[in-house]
């Protein structure tokens, strides 16, 4: 199969698989969260879970840097402004507005006062905070194009990559919407790096990287647990925590190198990977629904609970946002 020259199927796949790790790592996150008991088997297994792929949204956020970044260094700000920002702020205000109706519908104490905090967060849901983060990516990413130099975007990757990292470790203050994006732009700036340089590591030794570092995030999770509490997570599973970046570039790079004539030219991978945002919006919802009618990672073993769940889940949002895509008034949601 052919593709147009500027299309880089592999990017498709890369997409594809980050969505689903999302949606994988939600499920198993609700068992960390509200079963934490350190000698519980089924939490180890949702903590293994969940360590494994919290690669999923510094690799979502490498994947806007290489899309985003090449052109916002070719136009004016005004121009990348009109281009891009339209393309999320529908899906931004439409799905804000979504949930905050659906808080106000099953939260016996939500209140619209704390909805409009929660927006001014940048969370109004839990999983929305993406959303409102990459629209500071968004406005800053014509400036951040203006380095160009392979010098200048190490340093600055490698600087805001540390001191992200560091923040992680220490703890800081309350993000806002307008401050969200900031601990991410490393990752931004990796993506359009790492994609230009002809360099790569053996595939294999990448994953196995990523893989001891998903393992030490698990087990250091678990052996904090009995004395931090919920920090414990708090601390390993955070997306600038330096075993997660270490995870995070090593997967990044590892994906780069999939087949661009292989399983990435599947015409399914094309159409789930245009879907992708509609399929991260609508998946709290379907595991909600699912969840009520007895469906989510401690239903049984959660090994298979939670692979059952996530599966669920992923194919009955990508079927909903496919539905969406269809309607024209309703088409700017998901794609």
């Known amino acids: ?24 790592l939600h499920v198993s996150a609700n068992v960390v969260i509200y079963r934490p008991d350190a000698a519980s088997s089924a939490w180890w297994t949702a903590n293994v879970a969940d360590a494994l792929v919290r690669w999923c949204v510094p690799v ?44 106000a519908g099953t939260e016996p104490r939500f209140s619209w006062a704390q909805g409009w905090r929660d927006v001014v967060k940048g969370v109004p849901y839990y999983h929305l905070w993406y959303l409102y983060m990459t629209l500071g990516l968004y406005l800053a990413a014509p400036f951040i194009a203006r380095v160009t130099a392979p010098a200048e975007m190490r340093l600055l990757m490698g600087l805001a990559l540390a001191i992200a990292a560091t923040e992680s470790l220490i703890g800081s203050g309350q993000a806002s919407v307008l401050t969200r994006f900031v601990p991410y732009v490393g990752y931004f700036v990796a993506g359009h790096y790492f994609a230009l340089r002809p360099w790569r590591p053996a595939p294999s030794r990448a994953i196995l990287l990523a893989l001891a570092c998903g393992a030490l995030i698990a087990l250091t999770t678990g052996l904090l647990l009995p004395t931090l509490g919920k920090r414990a997570w708090l601390l390993m599973y955070a997306y600038t925590n330096p075993l997660v970046i270490v995870m995070s570039l090593a997967l990044w790079l590892a994906l780069l190198q999939c087949r661009a004539d292989g399983w990435a030219c599947h015409p399914l991978v094309r159409a789930l990977s245009r879907l992708s945002l509609g399929i991260y919006a609508i998946h709290p919802l379907w595991l909600l629904a699912l969840g009520r009618n007895g469906l989510h990672g401690l239903s049984f073993n959660p090994a298979w609970a939670i692979a059952l769940t996530s599966i669920a889940a992923f194919v009955l949002s990508a079927l909903c946002a496919a539905l969406l895509s269809r309607l024209p008034l309703l088409r700017r949601l998901v794609e």
């Open 1 to 24: 199969m052919t593709t147009p020259a500027h299309r880089q199927p592999q990017l498709d796949l890369i997409r594809l698989f980050a969505t689903f790790a999302v949606v994988w």
């Open 60 to 103: 979502f956020v490498m994947l806007s840097g290489a899309l985003l970044l090449p052109g916002a260094g070719q136009m004016s700000a005004t121009d990348f402004y009109r281009k891009r920002l339209p393309r999320l702020l529908w899906p931004l205000l439409g799905w804000t507005a979504c949930y905050l109706a659906l808080r």
